[in-house]
């Protein structure tokens, strides 16, 4: 206990910063796409402002939400959660709130070239070439005492968790080197392209889709007192991942100017990629059984349950999406951005939140203020995404099928899916007053207004009149 209690002390400054960053990002990034979406859902509104075009809205919002909230959140846990699972103390603070300043730096540098209309058409790779070495090397200044941790494990045994938060902190850097120097040295404009929908692609399964799974299987058996259902699943799962994410991506541009065998590749692999992620989650549902009714009052475990339910769909989605058959009417329409979103915030954020909301009483030593407002947080997201993805996702079939009538005019496929553009826009005002919910009871934890009293802040629980989750649900 007295060893766990030091580890969080010397997580407490850097963990908080990386979560507070992301979290003030976050409502930067829900903002933008609220009026990215009145945008295009009113086409002439702020015609006369430059800035409030759709074109560098959304472009500001995507890199707000990846590089600002995402990548943040993402190290934040990936430090605790390293920490914890080595058993040893995070020993240069300092460093990494400098180098995570470093980082910040670099995200309003993105943000702010892209807004005011030096971005190059590529997304979440729009910045000036000048900015990306910015993001690699405080990236890389942040993680480099991730690894020696991990040499210096208390334990011989690797825990499930670390293989994937080792393959996160690994697989990102070469995804995003790769790219910017494929992109930015003069690579020919149709493999530039196809360089882009790799990496966006690589960006989910190696950087969102391995942190939540690392997320999963800490904080299940944990809340849940059971051990994983099954080791060598997720470890098969793990070593798919691995093997196939890198061959995912060209299957966005089926039919275009590539060898055909390169989108045949990226839509098999897509499919096998599908029966890991059915795997992984079936395991942590597995880990669960008999202990389902926790997720009423845990809410650790009620956004990371949500979150692996979030990745089943985006694995299945995906993988019906890089067919010929579904993917030659829904590449260029609203369904990618469903797509995206489904990853971006869906399943990545959702479970970081559950991390989240069980870190950061461990690092500060009080609870969270109220359960009410976690309750809110939880119901106005997950409203907020099952909105935003139907929307998407059937508006992009709709404007898909429009596309593909060569007798129709170009013009009606906007028109046809304009009402699913506005149900987008609600979802992302939904999405805005949950985040708003998160950052407020977020800085009240910062500045040491969180709840002493003894026992955990529960949803449909009274704050501190049981000791856990698990005998709030009777199953002590």
Same mark, same amino acid.
């Given at each position: 206990?007295?060893?766990?209690?030091?580890?969080?002390?010397?997580?407490?400054?850097?963990?908080? @910063?990386?979560?507070?960053?992301?979290?003030? &990002?976050?409502?930067?990034?829900?903002?933008?796409?609220?009026?990215?979406?009145?945008?295009?859902?009113?086409?002439?509104?702020?015609?006369?402002?430059?800035?409030?075009?759709?074109?560098?809205?959304?472009?500001?919002?995507?890199?707000?939400?990846?590089?600002? &909230?995402?990548?943040?959140?993402?190290?934040?846990?990936?430090? &605790?959660?390293?920490?914890?699972?080595?058993?040893?103390?995070?020993?240069?603070?300092? =460093?990494?709130?400098?180098?995570?300043? %470093? &980082?910040?730096?670099?995200? +309003?540098?993105?943000?702010?070239?892209?807004? @005011?209309?030096?971005?190059?058409?590529?997304?979440?790779?729009?910045?000036?070439?000048?900015?990306?070495?910015? %993001?690699?090397?405080?990236?890389?200044?942040?993680?480099?005492?991730? %690894?020696?941790?991990?040499?210096?494990?208390?334990?011989?045994?690797?825990?499930?968790?670390?293989?994937?938060?080792?393959?996160?902190?690994?697989? @990102?850097?070469?995804?995003?080197?790769?790219?910017?120097?494929?992109?930015?040295?003069?690579?020919?404009?149709?493999?530039?392209?196809?360089?882009?929908?790799?990496?966006?692609?690589?960006?989910?399964?190696?950087?969102?889709?391995?942190?939540?799974?690392?997320?999963?299987?800490?904080?299940?058996?944990?809340?849940?007192?059971?051990?994983?259902? $099954?080791?060598?699943?997720?470890?098969?799962?793990?070593?798919?991942?691995?093997? %196939?994410?890198?061959?995912?991506?060209?299957?966005?541009?089926?039919?275009?100017?590539?060898? =055909?065998?390169?989108?045949?590749?990226?839509?098999?692999? $897509?499919?096998?990629?599908?029966?890991?992620?059915?795997?992984?989650?079936?395991?942590?549902?597995?880990?669960?059984?008999?202990?389902?009714?926790?997720?009423?009052?845990?809410?650790?475990?009620?956004?990371?349950?949500?979150?692996?339910?979030?990745?089943?769909?985006?694995?299945?989605?995906?993988?019906?999406?890089?067919?010929?058959?579904?993917?030659?009417?829904?590449?260029?329409?609203?369904?990618?951005?469903?797509?995206?979103?489904?990853?971006?915030?869906?399943?990545?954020?959702?479970?970081?939140?559950?991390?989240?909301?069980?870190?950061?009483?461990?690092?500060?030593?009080?609870?969270?203020? $109220?359960?009410?407002?976690?309750?809110?947080?939880?119901?106005?997201? =997950?409203?907020?995404?099952?909105?935003?993805?139907?929307?998407?996702?059937?508006?992009?079939?709709?404007?898909?099928?429009?596309?593909?009538?060569?007798?129709?005019?170009? $013009? +009606?496929?906007?028109?046809?899916?304009?009402?699913?553009?506005?149900?987008?826009?609600?979802?992302?005002?939904?999405?805005?007053?949950?985040?708003?919910?998160?950052?407020?009871?977020?800085?009240?934890? @910062?500045?040491?207004?969180?709840?002493?009293?003894?026992?955990?802040?529960?949803?449909?629980?009274?704050?501190?009149?049981?000791?856990?989750?698990?005998?709030?649900?009777?199953?002590?």
């Amino acid at each position: 206990m007295s060893e766990r209690a030091a580890i969080d002390r010397s997580a407490r400054f850097p963990v908080l @910063f990386f979560f507070t960053s992301a979290a003030a &990002w976050l409502l930067v990034a829900t903002l933008l796409g609220f009026f990215s979406s009145l945008k295009l859902s009113v086409p002439g509104l702020w015609d006369n402002c430059q800035f409030l075009g759709y074109g560098r809205l959304f472009p500001a919002h995507m890199n707000a939400l990846v590089y600002g &909230w995402a990548m943040q959140a993402g190290l934040g846990v990936v430090l &605790w959660l390293m920490a914890r699972l080595s058993r040893n103390k995070i020993e240069h603070p300092v =460093a990494i709130i400098v180098a995570g300043a %470093l &980082w910040n730096a670099g995200v +309003t540098l993105s943000v702010i070239t892209v807004w @005011f209309g030096f971005g190059n058409s590529m997304p979440l790779l729009d910045f000036p070439a000048w900015v990306w070495p910015i %993001l690699a090397i405080s990236y890389a200044l942040i993680v480099v005492w991730i %690894l020696p941790m991990f040499r210096q494990r208390g334990e011989s045994l690797i825990y499930v968790s670390e293989m994937f938060v080792l393959g996160a902190v690994v697989w @990102f850097p070469w995804i995003f080197i790769t790219a910017n120097l494929l992109i930015n040295k003069g690579t020919a404009p149709v493999m530039a392209a196809g360089t882009n929908a790799w990496f966006i692609t690589n960006l989910s399964y190696f950087w969102m889709a391995p942190i939540a799974l690392a997320i999963a299987y800490y904080i299940v058996p944990k809340i849940s007192g059971r051990a994983v259902f $099954s080791y060598p699943l997720a470890q098969v799962s793990f070593w798919l991942l691995a093997a %196939l994410a890198g061959w995912t991506g060209f299957a966005r541009y089926m039919g275009g100017p590539f060898p =055909a065998w390169m989108s045949a590749v990226s839509s098999t692999a $897509s499919i096998f990629i599908l029966l890991a992620i059915i795997v992984t989650v079936v395991n942590i549902l597995m880990t669960l059984k008999g202990a389902t009714k926790i997720w009423e009052f845990s809410p650790s475990l009620r956004f990371t349950v949500f979150g692996m339910l979030m990745l089943a769909a985006y694995g299945l989605l995906s993988a019906i999406s890089s067919t010929y058959f579904f993917g030659k009417n829904l590449q260029f329409s609203h369904f990618v951005v469903g797509l995206d979103t489904l990853a971006f915030y869906g399943f990545f954020s959702m479970t970081v939140f559950g991390a989240i909301y069980f870190i950061v009483p461990r690092i500060t030593g009080s609870e969270w203020p $109220s359960g009410k407002r976690i309750r809110t947080h939880f119901w106005f997201s =997950a409203y907020g995404i099952i909105t935003l993805i139907i929307c998407m996702l059937v508006g992009g079939i709709a404007q898909g099928g429009n596309l593909a009538q060569w007798d129709q005019a170009f $013009s +009606t496929s906007f028109v046809t899916s304009s009402a699913y553009v506005a149900g987008r826009c609600i979802a992302w005002a939904l999405i805005a007053f949950s985040n708003l919910m998160f950052l407020y009871q977020l800085a009240l934890m @910062f500045v040491g207004k969180g709840r002493k009293s003894s026992g955990p802040t529960l949803i449909h629980a009274e704050p501190g009149k049981v000791e856990s989750a698990k005998a709030a649900a009777g199953l002590n």
